[in-house]
Nanobody
Framework: QVQLVESGGGSVQAGGSLTLACAAS????????VGWFRQAPGKEREIIAA????????YYRNSVEGRFTISRDDAANTAHLQMSGLTPEDTAVYSC????????????????????WGQGTQVTVST
């Protein structure tokens, strides 16, 4: 079983940047699709970024494309989500998760397909 621990959340002013980390143990991140999700108060959880097993394919939600970057450090067995140009609408609990996908070049955008989840980290963006 893979354990995932997020870090790097916090409070930032609009226009600022944060980088979230997702440290994995119990399995290699490179053998899974890695996804970042967020859930704002009163809203459903949504996927915002995903990275294929071979790290060659990415997915970004329209609202974050161009501002967020997903990456993976295999030596550290850690995934990152670099966030810039943050707005109050980005305020949410951010979680990482992993999914199995037989094709190493494909991503997974269905939340239900993700099998291991971190506990989440709060990101708060103020005006």
């Amino acid at each position: 079983q893979v354990q995932l621990v997020e870090s790097g959340g916090g409070s930032v002013q609009a226009g600022g940047s944060l980088t979230l980390a997702c440290a994995a143990s119990g399995g290699a991140l490179s053998t899974y699709v890695v996804g970042w999700f967020r859930q704002a108060p009163g809203k459903e959880r949504e996927i915002i970024a995903a990275l294929s097993r071979n790290a060659g394919t990415t997915y970004y939600r329209n609202s974050v494309e161009g501002r967020f970057t997903i990456s993976r450090d295999d030596a550290a067995n850690t995934a990152h989500l670099q966030m810039s140009g943050l707005t109050p609408e980005d305020t949410a609990v951010y979680s990482c998760a992993v999914a199995r996908r037989s094709n190493e070049a494909e991503v997974e955008v269905r939340g239900a397909a993700y099998i291991y989840w971190g506990q989440g980290t709060q990101v708060t963006v103020s005006t």
